[in-house]
């Protein structure tokens, strides 16, 4: 009555899983940078960092890097 059940795995599966994991780690790695721009353009100009990583997040860090080239410098 004492049966130990066993569970195979193909390798596969593992050598899939282990892309995956390797593509969403380095799109969070890539995102973290576009965020760290963001960031750094943002106070150089004297504006808010938060609103505008909140909108790198939800629009395109790409047109919020954009948008933060046409406005310039807020004190200017």
Same mark, same amino acid.
């Given at each position: 009555?004492?049966?130990i ?5 193909d ?5 899939t899983s !282990?892309?995956?994991l390797?593509?969403?780690?380095? /799109?969070a790695i890539?995102?973290w &940078?576009?965020?760290?721009?963001t960031? @750094? ?5 004297h504006?808010?960092p938060?609103?505008?990583? !909140?909108?790198s997040?939800?629009?395109?860090p790409? /047109?919020?890097?954009?948008?933060? &080239?046409?406005?310039g410098?807020?004190? @200017?």
């Open positions: 009555m004492n049966q059940a066993e569970i195979v795995v390798q596969s599966v593992w050598e !282990l892309i995956i390797y593509i969403i780690a380095g /799109l890539l995102y &940078l576009y965020i760290g721009i960031r @750094s353009m943002a106070i150089n100009r504006r808010d938060l609103g505008w990583i !909140l909108l997040i939800f629009v395109s790409l /047109l919020t890097w954009i948008i933060l &080239l046409l406005v410098d807020k004190e @200017s």
